[in-house]
């Protein structure tokens, strides 16, 4: 059974950072970032493959935001620097047993989900 347990994120000024962190239990071997705002539909922001060790990226948040895993404490990061207004959204942690590059944009690939964290950048 998989498991995914969200902390951090929070309220930050523009140009601010915050870190997002997933806890996984479970067998998974992708583990990615969501973002939904109000209006606006669930979309890609980060993933990291296990077997590969490499790390995709929305184009809004690449050279921004940093993807990580902790093997040893089970755990990815998300490291947002940079931050804008727009990044403003309930962000979630995403796993799945799809260990294909071209599968971690798609929503569908993913099983199990946390339930969210809010981060909020004012300007």
């Known amino acids: 059974q998989v498991q995914l347990a969200e902390t951090g994120g929070g309220l930050v000024q523009a140009g601010g950072s915050l870190r997002l962190s997933c806890e996984v239990t479970?067998?998974?071997?992708?583990v990615a970032w969501f973002r939904h705002s109000p209006g606006k539909e669930r979309e890609f922001v980060a993933a990291?493959?296990?077997?590969?060790?490499?790390?995709k990226y929305a184009d809004p948040v690449k050279g921004r935001f940093t993807i990580s895993r902790d093997s040893a404490r089970n755990t990815v990061y998300l490291q947002m620097n940079g931050l804008k207004p727009e990044d403003t959204a309930m962000y979630f942690c995403?796993?799945?047993?799809?260990?294909?590059?071209?599968?971690?944009?798609?929503?569908?690939?993913?099983?199990?989900w946390g339930r969210g964290r809010v981060v909020t950048v004012s300007s």
């Open positions: 990291i493959m296990y077997n590969e060790g490499s790390a």
């Open positions: 479970g067998s998974v071997y992708t």
């Open positions: 995403a796993a799945g047993r799809s260990a294909r590059a071209q599968d971690v944009y798609d929503i569908n690939t993913y099983d199990y």
